[in-house]
């Protein structure tokens, strides 16, 4: 038996369970989706303190930290889907043809049925139940499966969810990865994925096997543009503090900074006050900044230190899994740094001169989970939003686009497949069916053969 308790799991059973509690038709109701999203919020209250101490010790988060980016960031989704739930629910109305005259036409959203979810570490709490609102809110059964790397908000969250609802409803699933396979040989109605993108190929192999739906968020290299009329003190403050936020360990986190030549040295100049600003003189002994995961996520960083000339930063601690925010110069894009997703708190900054030819480099890249814009011209803008695929972005900010739950978020080819966040969770873990109910009281012949008037008049009205 392993430390953590591998082999007891009745994977099977758990499925299976909810699948049978599906069938009864409970989750189909408002007023039983509603109840367990009002649980689900009392369940947080109740066990806020409890939440920030796990956040504290898997990732050092501090208390302001956890509450941005993590329970508040989930608050905010459950009010909104409490809110909203009743409308989301109503049945559609939709318009008709002439040659449907007579019908009455609508979109009904069903549940899929018992869905499966596995979150990343990086924002353990966060990614874990923003998609469960959804999940919930749609009317599905839940099967959560945390990731092992956050043990202590694995934990927090198994004992949270096992207090306060049926495991047939929503059930929390623990372990190694191993645990995760034998999840993804079962059958389930949706599979929602955040993670790495090798991992999402595997999530999605899985799938293919039983014909499951999924929405994978993944992520990528994304770039933070910085051209020549950008404002370059906000443009620093923001760029900073998006990227090295949980120690640049966020999947839209700015992975390298494209800036102008004309703007570079005013942008480094204001980029090394404003980490003076936010993580003092001394980083490593800021006990707010975040640390990293594990030690096989600190040995990654620190060779990928290698590449280039470091402006800013460079010391790390590794007794304490420590690097403190560092950009880096004189890199290529044939570096290992940039060949990868960074996930921790490097900065790589490249120069342009002309925005056409980074709009070219970036349109022969993989597409990325964000991008983002600094600069003043509504032209430029238009250009690169218009011009560049990715998942989403800011234009003169970072990472903000994220905690906006009327936005959807997701990306698109290598960063993923499918969005989320308020209503689009709602949209995510529901079937669209079409229905069309047929009046009694005639009946058109114009459909049926041996009908030449009929089939004249279908003839032009469908041309």
């Known amino acids: 038996m392993t430390e953590r308790g591998i082999e007891r799991v009745d994977v099977h059973g758990i499925v299976d369970a909810q699948r049978e509690f599906f069938l ?75 040659t449907h005259k007579g019908t009455i036409n609508y979109i009904v959203n069903e549940p899929y049925g018992t869905v499966l979810i596995i979150s990343p570490w990086n924002y353990p709490f966060q990614l874990a139940i923003a998609p469960v609102i959804g999940a919930i809110a749609a009317g599905n059964t839940v099967v959560l499966k945390p990731s092992e790397y956050s043990q202590a908000v694995s934990a927090c969250l198994a004992e949270m969810v096992g207090k306060a609802f049926d495991a047939a409803f929503f059930a929390i699933v623990e372990g190694e990865k191993e645990i995760s396979q034998q999840l993804l040989q079962e059958k389930f109605d949706y599979i929602f994925f955040t ?114 000339n470091i402006l800013l930063g460079g010391r790390l601690d590794e007794e304490q899994l420590i690097i403190e925010p560092t950009v880096i110069d004189q890199v290529d894009w044939d570096n290992p740094i940039m060949e990868q997703e960074i996930f921790g708190p490097l900065l790589p900054i490249l120069t342009f001169s002309n925005l056409d030819e ?34 989403g972005g800011c234009i003169n900010d970072t990472l903000y686009h994220l905690a906006n739950p009327y936005l959807p978020f997701g990306g698109v080819g290598d960063s993923g497949m499918g969005a989320y966040h308020g209503k689009f969770s709602f949209d995510t873990f529901s079937h669209s069916k079409g229905i069309l109910k047929q009046s009694t009281k005639f009946d058109v012949s114009l459909r049926y053969p041996n009908s030449k008037i009929g089939q004249a008049i279908v003839s032009k009205i469908m041309k």
């Not at 009002?38 to 990732?59: H, P, T």
């Not at 906000?234 to 800036?259: E, H, S």
């Not at 004309?262 to 003076?276: D, I, Y």
């Open 24 to 98: 009864t038709g409970k989750t189909l109701s408002y007023d039983f989706r509603l109840k367990q999203l009002q649980n689900l919020r009392s369940m947080i209250k109740e066990n806020e303190e409890a939440l920030y101490e796990a956040l504290q010790k898997d990732l050092n988060k501090s208390r302001q930290e956890a509450l941005t980016t993590e329970i508040g960031f989930v608050y905010a989704e459950l009010d909104v889907a409490i809110k909203n739930l009743k409308r989301w629910m109503k049945q559609e109305k939709t318009s008709a043809p002439l």
């Open 195 to 308: 993670g790495s993108t090798d991992v999402g190929k595997s999530v999605m192999r899985a799938a293919s096997e039983h014909l499951t739906p999924v929405t994978l968020e993944l992520g990528g290299k994304s770039p933070a543009i910085v051209d020549k009329d950008a404002k370059v003190n906000l443009t620093a403050k923001r760029i900073v503090w998006g990227k090295f936020t949980n120690a640049g360990q966020t999947c839209v986190a700015p992975d390298y900074i494209l800036v102008h030549d004309k703007l570079k040295t005013k942008l480094l100049r204001a980029m090394k006050k404003q980490l003076r600003s936010f993580y003092g003189k001394d980083p490593l002994k800021n006990s707010n900044y975040a640390k990293i995961v594990n030690q096989n996520h600190f040995t990654r960083l620190r060779e990928l230190m290698q590449d280039g």
């Open 358 to 391: 980074v709009i070219w480099t970036l349109k022969n890249k993989p597409k990325p989970l964000a991008l983002y814009y600094f600069g003043e011209s509504d032209e430029s803008q238009r250009k690169v939003i218009e011009n560049l695929s990715f998942g």
